[in-house]
Protein backbone atom coordinates (compact mmCIF):
# COMPACT_ATOMS: atom_id res chain seq x y z
CA UNK A 1 0.00 0.00 0.00
CA UNK A 2 1.39 3.51 -0.89
CA UNK A 3 1.97 5.56 2.21
CA UNK A 4 1.20 9.30 2.05
CA UNK A 5 1.82 12.25 3.79
CA UNK A 6 -0.44 13.25 6.62
CA UNK A 7 -3.28 16.02 6.37
CA UNK A 8 -4.58 18.24 9.20
CA UNK A 9 -8.34 17.41 8.95
CA UNK A 10 -9.08 20.00 11.97
CA UNK A 11 -10.74 22.19 9.23
CA UNK A 12 -12.77 19.20 8.54
CA UNK A 13 -16.72 18.86 9.27
CA UNK A 14 -17.56 15.86 11.60
CA UNK A 15 -17.63 12.39 9.80
CA UNK A 16 -21.50 10.83 9.60
CA UNK A 17 -21.29 7.01 9.62
CA UNK A 18 -22.02 6.27 6.13
CA UNK A 19 -24.11 3.32 7.79
CA UNK A 20 -26.69 5.94 8.63
CA UNK A 21 -26.77 7.76 5.47
CA UNK A 22 -26.03 4.68 3.09
CA UNK A 23 -24.83 7.70 0.34
CA UNK A 24 -24.60 6.55 -2.63
CA UNK A 25 -22.06 9.26 -4.49
CA UNK A 26 -19.91 11.41 -3.02
CA UNK A 27 -18.73 14.09 -5.79
CA UNK A 28 -15.14 15.43 -4.59
CA UNK A 29 -14.07 18.89 -6.71
CA UNK A 30 -11.42 20.97 -6.13
CA UNK A 31 -11.63 24.78 -7.23
CA UNK A 32 -9.10 27.78 -7.21
CA UNK A 33 -10.62 31.42 -8.78
CA UNK A 34 -12.88 28.90 -10.37
CA UNK A 35 -16.34 29.89 -9.21
CA UNK A 36 -17.89 30.44 -12.44
CA UNK A 37 -16.85 27.00 -13.57
CA UNK A 38 -18.29 25.39 -10.09
CA UNK A 39 -21.53 26.95 -10.67
CA UNK A 40 -21.96 25.54 -13.97
CA UNK A 41 -20.69 22.46 -13.36
CA UNK A 42 -23.16 21.67 -10.11
CA UNK A 43 -25.70 22.88 -11.67
CA UNK A 44 -25.72 20.39 -14.18
CA UNK A 45 -24.72 17.55 -11.79
CA UNK A 46 -28.19 18.25 -9.86
CA UNK A 47 -30.23 18.53 -12.98
CA UNK A 48 -28.59 15.47 -15.22
CA UNK A 49 -28.22 13.19 -12.06
CA UNK A 50 -30.97 11.09 -10.89
CA UNK A 51 -28.78 8.99 -7.73
CA UNK A 52 -30.00 9.67 -4.15
CA UNK A 53 -28.67 10.67 -2.13
CA UNK A 54 -25.19 11.97 -2.52
CA UNK A 55 -22.95 14.57 -1.22
CA UNK A 56 -20.60 17.10 -3.02
CA UNK A 57 -17.85 18.09 -0.76
CA UNK A 58 -15.86 21.01 -2.31
CA UNK A 59 -12.34 22.25 -1.70
CA UNK A 60 -11.25 25.25 -2.42
CA UNK A 61 -7.64 26.73 -2.27
CA UNK A 62 -7.62 30.61 -1.10
CA UNK A 63 -9.39 32.08 -4.18
CA UNK A 64 -10.51 35.48 -3.98
CA UNK A 65 -13.39 35.25 -6.42
CA UNK A 66 -16.39 34.98 -4.07
CA UNK A 67 -16.41 31.04 -4.11
CA UNK A 68 -18.16 30.79 -0.44
CA UNK A 69 -20.46 33.33 -0.57
CA UNK A 70 -21.88 31.80 -3.72
CA UNK A 71 -22.08 28.32 -2.17
CA UNK A 72 -23.59 29.60 0.78
CA UNK A 73 -26.13 31.32 -1.29
CA UNK A 74 -27.19 29.22 -4.39
CA UNK A 75 -25.99 25.49 -2.96
CA UNK A 76 -26.16 25.24 0.48
CA UNK A 77 -26.51 21.67 0.71
CA UNK A 78 -22.86 21.52 -0.42
CA UNK A 79 -19.81 20.85 2.36
CA UNK A 80 -17.67 23.61 1.79
CA UNK A 81 -13.76 22.95 2.96
CA UNK A 82 -11.58 26.22 2.92
CA UNK A 83 -7.94 26.55 2.99
CA UNK A 84 -5.91 29.89 3.50
CA UNK A 85 -3.58 29.76 0.36
CA UNK A 86 -3.22 27.58 -2.88
CA UNK A 87 -2.00 23.58 -1.78
CA UNK A 88 -1.99 22.32 -4.99
CA UNK A 89 -4.38 20.19 -5.97
CA UNK A 90 -3.90 16.31 -4.96
CA UNK A 91 -3.26 17.24 -1.47
CA UNK A 92 -6.72 19.13 -1.40
CA UNK A 93 -8.04 16.26 -3.12
CA UNK A 94 -7.41 13.99 0.00
CA UNK A 95 -9.07 16.26 2.06
CA UNK A 96 -12.03 15.98 0.28
CA UNK A 97 -11.51 12.25 -0.09
CA UNK A 98 -11.05 11.89 3.44
CA UNK A 99 -14.21 13.39 4.32
CA UNK A 100 -16.29 11.74 1.98
CA UNK A 101 -19.01 8.87 2.80
CA UNK A 102 -20.24 7.59 -0.28
CA UNK A 103 -19.99 3.70 -1.54
CA UNK A 104 -18.71 5.44 -4.17
CA UNK A 105 -16.01 8.75 -4.85
CA UNK A 106 -16.25 11.25 -7.71
CA UNK A 107 -12.74 12.81 -8.31
CA UNK A 108 -14.26 15.98 -10.38
CA UNK A 109 -13.25 19.07 -12.11
CA UNK A 110 -15.16 22.16 -11.88
CA UNK A 111 -14.40 23.09 -15.37
CA UNK A 112 -16.94 20.21 -16.03
CA UNK A 113 -20.55 19.84 -17.43
CA UNK A 114 -22.20 16.63 -17.04
CA UNK A 115 -24.31 15.62 -19.37
CA UNK A 116 -27.59 13.47 -18.70
CA UNK A 117 -27.45 10.26 -17.25
CA UNK A 118 -23.62 9.98 -17.20
CA UNK A 119 -23.04 9.74 -13.20
CA UNK A 120 -26.03 7.00 -12.90
CA UNK A 121 -24.67 5.08 -15.56
CA UNK A 122 -20.95 4.81 -14.54
CA UNK A 123 -22.66 3.56 -11.19
CA UNK A 124 -24.75 1.06 -12.43
CA UNK A 125 -21.71 0.03 -15.10
CA UNK A 126 -19.80 -0.43 -11.45
CA UNK A 127 -22.20 -2.29 -9.58
CA UNK A 128 -22.61 -4.75 -12.61
CA UNK A 129 -19.00 -5.56 -12.21
CA UNK A 130 -17.04 -6.19 -8.89
CA UNK A 131 -13.69 -6.12 -10.51
CA UNK A 132 -13.84 -2.66 -11.66
CA UNK A 133 -12.26 -0.15 -9.10
CA UNK A 134 -11.87 2.79 -11.32
CA UNK A 135 -13.95 4.38 -13.98
CA UNK A 136 -14.05 6.88 -16.32
CA UNK A 137 -16.52 8.49 -19.04
CA UNK A 138 -15.90 9.95 -22.20
CA UNK A 139 -15.26 13.06 -22.04
CA UNK A 140 -16.01 16.01 -24.74
CA UNK A 141 -13.95 19.51 -25.25
CA UNK A 142 -16.17 22.03 -25.84
CA UNK A 143 -16.63 22.03 -29.50
CA UNK A 144 -18.10 18.26 -28.52
CA UNK A 145 -14.47 16.62 -30.24
CA UNK A 146 -13.23 13.76 -28.36
CA UNK A 147 -10.60 14.50 -25.39
CA UNK A 148 -8.01 11.85 -25.68
CA UNK A 149 -6.82 12.06 -22.82
CA UNK A 150 -9.58 10.78 -20.60
CA UNK A 151 -8.27 7.59 -21.13
CA UNK A 152 -4.58 5.91 -21.70
CA UNK A 153 -1.96 3.85 -21.28
CA UNK A 154 1.33 4.09 -19.00
CA UNK A 155 3.37 6.74 -20.24
CA UNK A 156 6.40 4.21 -21.82
CA UNK A 157 9.60 6.12 -23.39
CA UNK A 158 8.05 5.60 -27.09
CA UNK A 159 4.53 6.19 -26.02
CA UNK A 160 5.49 9.75 -24.85
CA UNK A 161 7.55 10.14 -27.84
CA UNK A 162 4.79 9.31 -29.95
CA UNK A 163 2.43 11.77 -27.66
CA UNK A 164 4.94 14.90 -27.52
CA UNK A 165 6.15 14.67 -31.20
CA UNK A 166 2.52 13.92 -32.66
CA UNK A 167 3.83 10.81 -34.52
CA UNK A 168 0.82 9.05 -34.40
CA UNK A 169 -0.85 11.54 -36.68
CA UNK A 170 1.55 9.74 -39.25
CA UNK A 171 1.33 6.23 -37.81
CA UNK A 172 -2.02 6.21 -36.50
CA UNK A 173 -2.30 2.50 -35.99
CA UNK A 174 1.05 1.95 -34.50
CA UNK A 175 0.59 0.56 -30.89
CA UNK A 176 4.38 1.56 -29.55
CA UNK A 177 4.07 5.29 -30.61
CA UNK A 178 0.15 5.63 -29.81
CA UNK A 179 0.31 3.58 -26.57
CA UNK A 180 -0.43 6.50 -24.61
CA UNK A 181 -3.76 8.04 -25.36
CA UNK A 182 -4.55 4.84 -27.03
CA UNK A 183 -4.85 6.04 -30.56
CA UNK A 184 -5.46 3.41 -32.28
CA UNK A 185 -8.91 2.23 -30.45
CA UNK A 186 -12.36 3.59 -30.76
CA UNK A 187 -13.61 6.67 -29.03
CA UNK A 188 -17.02 4.27 -28.45
CA UNK A 189 -15.95 1.07 -26.91
CA UNK A 190 -16.00 0.19 -23.60
CA UNK A 191 -12.28 -0.74 -22.93
CA UNK A 192 -9.69 -1.85 -19.70
CA UNK A 193 -7.02 0.67 -19.85
CA UNK A 194 -4.16 1.68 -17.62
CA UNK A 195 -5.77 5.08 -16.67
CA UNK A 196 -8.60 7.63 -16.27
CA UNK A 197 -8.55 10.90 -16.09
CA UNK A 198 -8.58 12.96 -12.42
CA UNK A 199 -10.99 15.07 -14.51
CA UNK A 200 -13.65 12.91 -14.12
CA UNK A 201 -12.52 9.81 -11.74
CA UNK A 202 -15.27 7.44 -10.52
CA UNK A 203 -13.42 5.30 -7.42
CA UNK A 204 -14.65 2.28 -5.64
CA UNK A 205 -14.73 2.93 -1.30
CA UNK A 206 -13.22 -0.42 -1.31
CA UNK A 207 -10.47 0.78 -3.46
CA UNK A 208 -9.26 3.67 -1.10
CA UNK A 209 -9.24 1.24 2.04
CA UNK A 210 -7.00 -1.18 -0.17
CA UNK A 211 -4.41 1.51 -1.49
CA UNK A 212 -4.78 4.40 0.58
CA UNK A 213 -5.10 8.02 -1.21
CA UNK A 214 -3.61 10.02 -3.62
CA UNK A 215 0.30 10.39 -3.25
CA UNK A 216 1.27 13.94 -2.51
CA UNK A 217 4.89 14.06 -4.30
CA UNK A 218 2.85 14.95 -7.19
CA UNK A 219 1.47 18.27 -6.37
CA UNK A 220 -0.51 18.49 -9.45
CA UNK A 221 -0.79 16.51 -12.49
CA UNK A 222 -0.41 12.33 -12.86
CA UNK A 223 -1.55 11.93 -9.68
CA UNK A 224 -4.77 10.16 -11.41
CA UNK A 225 -2.23 7.87 -13.63
CA UNK A 226 -0.19 7.18 -10.26
CA UNK A 227 -3.36 6.27 -8.74
CA UNK A 228 -4.61 4.00 -11.38
CA UNK A 229 -1.20 1.77 -11.54
CA UNK A 230 -1.54 1.10 -8.15
CA UNK A 231 -4.79 0.27 -7.65
CA UNK A 232 -4.00 -2.25 -11.22
CA UNK A 233 -1.32 -3.42 -9.23
CA UNK A 234 -3.32 -4.19 -6.23
CA UNK A 235 -5.71 -6.36 -8.83
CA UNK A 236 -8.17 -3.61 -9.45
CA UNK A 237 -9.01 -3.33 -13.22
CA UNK A 238 -9.70 0.39 -14.45
CA UNK A 239 -12.43 0.65 -17.18
CA UNK A 240 -13.16 3.74 -19.96
CA UNK A 241 -16.71 3.87 -19.79
CA UNK A 242 -18.33 5.93 -23.15
CA UNK A 243 -21.77 5.69 -22.43
CA UNK A 244 -21.42 7.91 -19.92
CA UNK A 245 -20.16 11.52 -21.21
CA UNK A 246 -19.14 14.97 -19.90
CA UNK A 247 -17.51 18.02 -21.22
CA UNK A 248 -14.20 19.27 -20.08
CA UNK A 249 -13.24 22.58 -21.08
CA UNK A 250 -9.62 22.15 -19.39
CA UNK A 251 -7.56 24.05 -17.26
CA UNK A 252 -9.68 26.99 -16.11
CA UNK A 253 -8.62 28.89 -12.67
CA UNK A 254 -5.17 27.22 -11.07
CA UNK A 255 -3.23 26.72 -14.46
CA UNK A 256 -3.99 29.46 -15.96
CA UNK A 257 -4.01 32.26 -12.94
CA UNK A 258 -0.26 30.52 -12.45
CA UNK A 259 0.48 29.11 -15.71
CA UNK A 260 4.54 29.05 -15.54
CA UNK A 261 4.32 27.17 -12.08
CA UNK A 262 1.54 24.74 -13.84
CA UNK A 263 3.84 23.94 -16.83
CA UNK A 264 6.68 23.03 -14.35
CA UNK A 265 4.42 20.84 -12.66
CA UNK A 266 2.88 19.44 -15.13
CA UNK A 267 6.52 18.61 -16.78
CA UNK A 268 7.70 17.46 -12.97
CA UNK A 269 4.90 14.93 -12.52
CA UNK A 270 5.94 13.14 -15.65
CA UNK A 271 9.28 12.88 -14.60
CA UNK A 272 8.31 11.39 -11.10
CA UNK A 273 5.73 9.23 -12.49
CA UNK A 274 8.34 7.49 -14.60
CA UNK A 275 10.89 7.55 -11.65
CA UNK A 276 8.63 6.01 -9.36
CA UNK A 277 6.91 3.24 -11.91
CA UNK A 278 8.54 2.69 -14.69
CA UNK A 279 12.83 3.99 -14.45
CA UNK A 280 13.23 0.35 -13.02
CA UNK A 281 12.39 -1.37 -16.49
CA UNK A 282 15.01 0.58 -18.61
CA UNK A 283 18.25 0.31 -18.73
CA UNK A 284 19.88 3.79 -17.44
CA UNK A 285 21.05 5.23 -20.38
CA UNK A 286 17.70 5.39 -21.49
CA UNK A 287 16.44 6.52 -18.15
CA UNK A 288 19.01 9.39 -19.16
CA UNK A 289 17.70 10.30 -22.43
CA UNK A 290 14.23 10.18 -21.20
CA UNK A 291 15.33 12.82 -18.72
CA UNK A 292 17.03 14.96 -20.04
CA UNK A 293 14.27 15.27 -23.70
CA UNK A 294 11.23 15.99 -20.81
CA UNK A 295 13.92 18.76 -19.27
CA UNK A 296 14.03 20.17 -23.18
CA UNK A 297 10.25 19.78 -23.62
CA UNK A 298 10.13 21.44 -20.76
CA UNK A 299 12.47 24.34 -21.81
CA UNK A 300 10.85 24.92 -24.93
CA UNK A 301 7.03 24.71 -23.50
CA UNK A 302 8.13 27.79 -20.91
CA UNK A 303 9.41 29.50 -24.30
CA UNK A 304 6.32 28.91 -26.05
CA UNK A 305 4.56 30.50 -23.40
CA UNK A 306 5.88 33.81 -23.69
CA UNK A 307 4.52 34.19 -26.78
CA UNK A 308 1.02 32.81 -26.22
CA UNK A 309 -1.93 35.29 -25.33
CA UNK A 310 -3.58 32.49 -23.74
CA UNK A 311 -0.33 30.14 -21.27
CA UNK A 312 -1.57 27.15 -19.94
CA UNK A 313 -0.16 23.56 -19.21
CA UNK A 314 -0.17 20.31 -20.97
CA UNK A 315 -2.15 20.10 -24.30
CA UNK A 316 -4.52 22.84 -25.33
CA UNK A 317 -8.34 21.54 -25.54
Known amino acids: MATNSKIDLSGLPKSVDASLMDISLSICIVTYNARNWLSDCLESIFKNTQLAPIEIIVVDNGSNDGIGEMLLNEYPEVTFIENKSNLGYTRPMNQSLQAAQGRFIMQLNPDTLILPGSFDRMIGFMENHAEVGICGPKVLNQDGSFQQQCRRGEPRPAAMLGYFLRLTRIFPENRNLGGYLLNYEDENKTLEVDAVSGSCMLIRREVIDDIGYLDEQFFAYQEDTDFCTRARRSGWK ?80
Open 238 to 317: VFYFPEAEIIHFGGRGGSRVHPYRSIVEWHRSYWRYYKKHLAQDYFFLVNWIYYLLMAIKLGLALGVNLFRRERYAGPRR
